[in-house]
C-alpha cells in the first residue's frame, strides 16, 4: 500500500470529501433547482412553447420568432440564436442577459414572455 504520513492522508479525506461536496451542488443544481428544466439523456428536451400561450422558448424559436419579443429587433434576435449555438441551450432565463444588447432592462420586459422548456 502507500506509505503516507498523516498529514498527506488528512489533504487526500479533505479532497474526497470537496470532490463529493462538488457532485452534490451540481446534482442539485441540475435536478432540483431547476425542475422546470426537462433532461432526457443528458440534454434538455426540445419542446416547443405552450401552444396557445404566446410564449417563447429561447432554446428551440428561430430569429423571426424572438424578434417578435417586446425590444427585441432582427440583429439581437440572431445574436440570441448564435450565443444558444455556440454556447449551448439556454439553463436559466436570466442567461439570455449575457447576449450583447440585452440588459437588465429588457429583461425585465420579456421575462414572462420567454420559457425554456
Aim: aromatic share 4%; net charge positive; hydrophobic share 45%.
Amino acid at each position: 500500500m502507500l506509505d503516507l504520513t498523516a498529514q498527506e492522508k488528512k489533504v487526500l479525506i479533505a479532497l474526497g470529501a470537496l470532490a463529493v461536496l462538488g457532485l452534490a451542488v451540481i446534482a442539485y443544481r441540475t435536478y432540483i433547482a431547476r425542475p422546470e428544466l426537462k433532461v432526457i439523456a443528458g440534454k434538455a428536451a426540445k419542446c416547443a412553447a405552450p401552444a396557445g400561450t404566446g410564449l417563447v422558448n429561447i432554446n428551440t424559436a428561430d430569429a423571426e420568432k424572438i424578434a417578435s419579443l417586446p425590444d427585441i429587433g432582427p440583429k439581437t434576435a440572431e445574436k440570441i440564436v448564435d450565443y444558444r449555438q455556440a454556447k449551448g441551450l439556454y439553463l436559466l432565463k436570466e442567461d439570455i442577459m449575457k447576449v450583447g444588447g440585452i440588459g437588465p432592462k429588457t429583461y425585465g420586459k420579456i421575462k414572462d414572455l420567454i420559457v425554456l422548456e
